[in-house]
């Protein structure tokens, strides 16, 4: 990590404008930045080099691996839709291990703990380093400087416009498939790890040079409906199993039993409620963490009383969202994930309930997405500051923890609430400026604690509306005020001047700089 | 038409090297040719030129052309699924011709005698040539010599490899859809024009620079199914009718009455069953047309009397195809256009009716395909030669009167049957050398007429296979010998040496010439 020179973004933020051997182009504010250039292909194919029958199986991970003409340098790319159950990551990467394969990158829509296996591939040199989301044991890996190359964390949106761009050229995709065709057809509805769609590998499909597709549910031709699309494929393996299935989804979801953290719910729905945000036909986008879940069913309760239905909710889905498509009172699901078994089975039987991808949902250079329809994004956060600035990759200590996943894009909706508790381990979680910049406050429209909700002065719409409301609405610098004084100011962390990972913002422009930690 | 030098190809066949200004590559033989470089991308694109809340209406279609910038000199794509019944590709061409424009290029995936309205768009200039099909009355105008630049006819594969290797280059596609959303998802399974599926159009709306969608049901956000993806499309339109409905698809799917017509479809059903092609789990690809329906009614009977079924078939779909998948006689429809009310009705309904495109089914440029792992596929011709070589474009006099469609892309079946009459208006359909070669001999394994079926000699296994049977075995000489003593053999037409049109082979190679006649 020679040192590459150092910028002053338009967020103010210093960032590299070189990184791994490509140049950056620092973040030129909200909007400020206008691609050039054409979408990129992959190198035309011929059937000429494909069986005639359509078999295109491969005895193993190895021989398909040889097959594609795997080599030292190459981008190797996963998906992550098996989460913290996923297997076939640790097998490509022991597999180029045996190979005698070095250097390669590693470009995970994202990884999990369970990936903490590629530590020793970092360590041996058979991975150079990681482009994409690091929960964990590598981020924290990263943070500590280990690493040899730079991080590079995208949004969901910001690794499909990376790869539609050209900014990451994937050689080899490897996408893990809960049910398959030894065309290649794939999809994740069926098969003991199903996980109800593929949309993260869909670019992956596309754009990388060739494509394996790992499965341990193989069905005859014609593999319906196909999420992956065999004509994309080169190679079909067949394994014992792709993941461990309690891991992949949750047989129930768990909502919040924290009593702070039902009442943010409880105030976050309510404002939807009382701004007008929640009217007949709006729509919404909610995870699947325990709070943005008890809000989704605050949510349900305060729009069956007001005989409010919404258009559609934008998912990760979860057995909540799919009673209210149950119940008539969403229209469609259109899904990026789905986090439960009734996720899963909806997805398979109901044709509302739609999967989609970063293509359409959040690619910033697209002909528009959907994340800007959607009339409230609801989402959490590690910090918030009294800009209204969001991070959600590092904690206060500077360690670099989570992903960005579908986070950016979201900030893109109507409006943008962070349902945030005040503290975590006694640390305040409303800051003067955040570690990490992961959304520009000028984003965020709202931030909901147990002690209050804070509305960024520049939504003077949602402000009126609120007024004479019996919601406890603060201003943003008071919430601060409260919590420093329960807690005291924190120290700020040691920090060196050392980057090891940026953050990119959703045009593939650098917003901030991840830093090593001693 | 200055005339470009002529080569002879290796099907013996004299080409232009040079065609409306593209330098081009000569048929290379079967599997001669591979390609070279990248698929294309339109230019990156992005939210910030899009509206937020996906609206993206314009009040015409003028505005619309406006909007995405028509200029004299650009490639203008339409579809076909609409058939004889498509108002909108003439209504493309008569905005244009209101609004000035000179010079277009008309890239569609069919015309149709309806389209004949772009006739006066050539006169005046609007329209500087056409390629793609040209059924009736336009092929009729460009074997006359009167288009300025010269025809390219493509086969539906070849029109996706053509747009995917960037050989043309879209600049606007119109895109005709039955159901559409303001954000531009669109499909054919509802509204008043509902023609099952929009696959024609899918290369367009992935590869045009610009994507304009024009719909008479527009319905609100989300439109499921998206067929053609609204992150795709730049402007959307509404016009009071897209079509005529009842030109659209058919009510009820007619059956050849024709005795002779009855016993070659029997025949060929017959000797499938016989050589073991239908076999349980097979495949099989039967178009629409009176003889190929009664192909399919025969091999129904068959199949039920053997106990047999299908793994899949390929469409065009009809009631015919829709009633053995409802009977389990086929696991799925793996469909390329719906002929019929039934068609579009079970493509909406059941999930093992699939809507496919060319790039799944007929695309040479790609990691496999659907055509070359079909057991059989049952096709027509206007003319078949003594060695197997096909001809569907032109007629005997030379005149061009028909498109490729799917028809060069299906003979990569493992194996082929040409379904054809001995003789059309007392002319012979088994001539000495067709007047123009659409697709070679090595391709094509069976010839089945009234008077008896030919085997090709390649197909050695086949003729073991009906060793001893009682179908009308023929060598092709002698079945051409007979007709030549009832008919005649007729005069070869005049024919000039000005190239007016080109036929492409799969791989994007010039096969063969048409000329003009006087």
Redesign the interface.
């Known amino acids: 990590m020679a040192g590459s020179e150092l910028v002053t973004n338009a967020a103010g933020r210093l960032v590299p404008i070189e990184v791994n051997g490509a140049g950056q182009v620092p973040f030129a504010g909200v909007?400020g930045h206008?691609?050039?250039?054409?979408?990129?292909?992959?190198?035309?194919?011929?059937?000429?080099?494909?069986?005639?029958?359509?078999d295109?199986r491969a005895a193993s991970l190895e021989e398909a691996l040889k097959r594609v003409g795997a080599e030292d340098g190459m981008v190797v790319s996963t998906h992550h839709h098996l989460r913290n159950g996923d297997a076939v990551a640790n097998m490509v990467f022991d597999t180029a291990a045996r190979m005698g394969l070095r250097d390669l990158m590693w470009f995970p829509s994202a990884s999990f703990p369970v990936h903490a296996n590629q530590i020793q591939h970092l360590e041996s040199g058979v991975i150079h380093h990681i482009e994409g989301s690091m929960n964990g044991p590598l981020g924290d890996y990263c943070t500590a400087g280990k690493m040899r190359g730079m991080g590079v964390l995208r949004s969901h949106g910001g690794r499909w416009q990376a790869i539609?761009?050209g900014e990451v050229h994937i050689d080899v995709a490897v996408i893990a498939a809960p049910t398959a065709d030894p065309?290649?057809n794939a999809n994740a509805l069926n098969g003991p790890a199903a996980c109800g769609l593929l949309g993260f590998a869909l670019a992956d499909s596309i754009y990388a040079e060739k494509?394996i597709v790992v499965t341990d549910n193989l069905v005859?031709?014609?593999c319906?409906?196909?999420q992956i699309?065999?004509?994309?494929?080169?190679v079909v393996v067949e394994v014992p199993s792709i993941g461990d299935p309690s891991k992949i989804v949750s047989g129930t979801t768990r909502v919040t039993q924290s009593p702070d953290r039902l009442r943010i719910a409880e105030l976050a729905a309510r404002f939807c409620a009382e701004t007008g945000i929640m009217h007949d036909?709006f729509s919404f986008q909610a995870g699947a963490g325990g709070t943005t879940l008890a809000f989704a069913i605050y949510l349900r309760d305060l729009m069956k009383d007001a005989g409010v239905t919404a258009?559609?909710a934008r998912g990760g889905s979860t057995k909540y969202m799919v009673d209210m498509l149950r119940e008539g009172l969403i229209g469609?699901i259109?899904d990026g994930q789905t986090f439960d078994l009734d996720g899963v089975t909806s997805m398979r039987e109901d044709?509302?309930h739609?999967d989609t991808s970063p293509?359409?949902s959040y690619?910033?250079?697209?002909?528009?997405?959907?994340a800007?329809?959607v009339d409230v994004a609801v989402l959490g956060a590690t910090q918030v500051d009294v800009d209204f600035n969001g991070n959600v990759v590092t904690h206060s200590d500077g360690r670099l923890l989570h992903g960005i996943g579908g986070w950016q894009n979201c900030l893109?909706a109507?409006t943008t609430m962070l349902l945030v508790p005040s503290f975590r381990d006694r640390i305040p979680v409303i800051v003067d400026e955040v570690t990490t910049l992961c959304g520009p406050g000028e984003l965020i429209d709202v931030v909901v604690t147990e002690r209050g909700i804070a509305v960024n002065p520049r939504r003077t719409d949602l402000l009126d509306a609120v007024r004479g409301s019996d919601l406890p609405i603060r201003d943003i610098h008071d919430l601060k005020a409260d919590l420093d004084r329960i807690c005291g100011i924190p120290e700020t962390p040691p920090r060196t001047s050392d980057p090891v990972a940026i953050v990119k913002w959703v045009?593939g422009t650098v917003l901030d700089t991840v830093w090593r930690i001693e």
């Open positions: 909007g206008r691609p050039s250039g054409r979408k990129v292909g992959p190198k035309i194919a011929t059937c000429l080099d494909y069986p005639p029958d359509g295109k539609q761009d065309f290649g494509v005859p031709f014609p319906l409906p196909w699309q065999g004509n994309n494929v080169d036909g258009s559609f469609a259109l044709p509302r739609v293509f359409t690619n910033f250079h697209g002909k528009g997405n959907f800007s329809m893109a109507k045009d």
